[in-house]
């Protein structure tokens, strides 16, 4: 097992936005989270994913607690990717700069080869701002996978994508699960159930 | 890591700008303020120090122009062990010509030589001796009048000295017709290896109606210096806290604009070290450039202001290397208090809510 939470809850104030929702996923997996707007699969996913501390609950990562990595920012960097829905690239750097800045080996070859198979190796020198939410998505991949993490956090990657690129995403993440990358989405898309191995529904903070 | 803190400076060129010109403008006018009066305080001292060691002052009083000192003590005094010369000076202010004030000197002949001629000789009675700059704003006159007495010019010298150089020297017997007195001071110039105390007491022993002071310690203790000194202090500490907060408030609502971007640099891995670097390295480099321009700025308008004309040298800024390091070292401490505090409490906070508000 790659992944375990254990009686995770959440509270945004007074407001409980998860409610003792446990969770796992296995090497190679492709989970979706899905739920309607503010159901807390969002939340649910910045908790798996490290970006957001839990009020409760306990997280695994192959078997050790979050709470013991001692460097979380190196753990991010190195066995996680994730991918935000808009994007979040940074808009003075250019493409290239995006995805090396994240890149723990910046000379790697492996570069070169993630934009040509995501087909954004005609727009690495330009700007965010330059490209269209398609490139910028794909761009936002690329930065995603660049240091090969074992488990990819997609937080609807496709909400901005027309159904053509949305299909193409997809794809390129069954690709990446059978290939051995845990692959956790959240989203309301309910065609992402053609591509996963598992749909997990979550609900006024629950797992139904 | 280096280009990274240009490329985010330049991401917002009107806040770089605007945190730019609050840093050179607020440390112009410290630079102004302080320069200024350590300017008129350095020109007073370099004039008294000229070949004086110790200076002799009526007795209590507060400033040297109220100062009235029996000059048949100049004799007296030289005639002291350890005493190299003695030289009478009365001084005092008055119109010149179309000029509402200046600077007189009436000096005692042995004193003409502290005054480097570029022009004529030095005065004789009825004669005087214009600075080069007051000389210039007069426009290089035959004549001058002083108090309704009228002088002929003998020549022009250049002292260096603003005071000085925008002043009239003249014989002491001709300005004592015009002040009603003998000598204002008399500046000693001592032998080596004299003992300066033992020779002050003996010259304060000549007459209840001195005091004798070395002029270090006269110029320490002056009273007008101390006023002068406090007020551009008050000035220049209230300047420079308000330009600072200004420039520390006005980073740290940068610094706090960028959390969302610094929530992705988490997101993707980058430690809060590596933030805490970039965000240290931009504000270094722009209180850098912006500290390098307002001491530009500052050496061209001190050079400028000694030459105008109307203010015939006396305005004339001395910017020491104490007050650049400090003014150096107080600007970048604040402005990196007020980076380093909000992008310290950044890093405190979980990658998707500085990400969530940041994007609010």
């Keep these: ?208 | 890591m280096i280009s990274l803190f240009f490329k985010a400076l330049n991401r917002n060129r009107f806040k770089t700008f605007l945190i730019y010109t609050s840093i050179t403008v607020a440390i112009t006018a410290i630079f102004m303020i302080t320069s200024i009066s350590r300017g008129i305080i350095g020109m007073y001292s370099t004039m008294l120090k000229t070949e004086g060691d110790i200076i002799v002052t009526q007795a209590k009083i507060a400033d040297t122009f109220f100062s009235d000192v029996n000059a048949s003590l100049t004799s007296t005094i030289q005639k002291i062990t350890g005493v190299k010369e003695v030289y009478a000076l009365i001084l005092g202010a008055s119109p010149i010509n179309d000029l509402p004030i200046a600077a007189i000197y009436g000096v005692s002949e042995n004193r003409f030589k502290t005054y480097a001629l570029i022009e004529g000789v030095y005065p004789k009675k009825g004669e005087v001796i214009l600075g080069k700059n007051i000389n210039a704003r007069l426009h290089s006159p035959k004549f001058v009048s002083i108090s309704n007495k009228t002088f002929t010019v003998s020549g022009i010298f250049e002292n260096g000295v603003g005071f000085e150089d925008g002043g009239a020297v003249l014989n002491r017997e001709d300005a004592s017709a015009i002040f009603n007195k003998e000598a204002s001071i008399l500046l000693v110039s001592i032998e080596r290896n004299t003992d300066a105390n033992a020779l002050m007491q003996h010259i304060s022993a000549l007459s209840s109606d001195i005091e004798a002071k070395t002029t270090h310690e006269f110029v320490e203790n002056y009273n007008q210096f101390k006023i002068i000194e406090t007020s551009s202090n008050v000035i220049s500490a209230v300047a420079f806290l308000m330009g600072l907060l200004g420039i520390a408030s006005l980073i740290s609502i940068t610094i706090n604009e960028r959390r969302s971007e610094f929530g992705i640099l988490r997101a993707i891995g980058k430690s809060s070290n590596f933030i805490m670097t970039m965000v240290v390295g931009e504000t270094f480099v722009i209180t850098c450039v912006g500290f390098i321009s307002a001491l530009l700025f500052s050496k061209a308008l001190l050079f400028m202001i000694a030459h105008i004309e109307k203010f015939q040298g006396y305005v004339n800024g001395q910017l020491s290397v104490e007050t650049i390091i400090t003014v150096f070292c107080f600007s970048l401490f604040m402005a990196l208090l007020g980076a380093l505090l909000p992008a310290y409490s950044a890093s405190k906070i979980d990658p998707i809510i500085l990400i969530q508000r940041g994007a609010l």
């Design chain 1, 1 to 208: 097992m790659i992944l375990q939470a254990g009686g995770i809850s959440h509270f945004y104030k007074n407001d409980v936005a998860l409610d003792n929702v446990n969770f796992e996923a296995n090497k190679g997996d492709f989970i979706a989270i899905v739920g309607e707007s503010g159901s807390g699969k969002s939340t649910l996913l910045s908790i798996l994913s490290s970006l957001l501390r839990p009020s409760k609950g306990e997280l695994f990562f192959e078997g050790k607690a979050y709470t013991l990595i001692k460097d979380i920012d190196a753990f991010r960097q190195k066995e996680v990717g994730f991918i935000f829905q808009f994007h979040y690239l940074i808009g003075y750097l250019t493409i290239l700069e995006n995805i090396k800045l994240a890149a723990i080996n910046k000379k790697s070859t492996y570069i070169d080869t993630l934009f040509k198979q995501c087909g954004i190796e005609a727009i690495k020198d330009k700007y965010p701002d330059e490209i269209s939410g398609g490139q910028r998505q794909r761009a936002a991949i690329v930065r995603a996978l660049v240091n090969s993490p074992k488990i990819i956090f997609a937080d609807e990657p496709t909400g901005n994508l027309d159904s053509h690129n949305s299909q193409n995403i997809y794809e390129l993440f069954k690709t990446l699960s059978k290939s051995g990358t845990t692959i956790i989405i959240a989203t309301h898309d309910r065609n992402v159930s053609e591509y996963v191995d598992k749909i997990i529904e979550v609900k006024d903070g629950k797992i139904l």
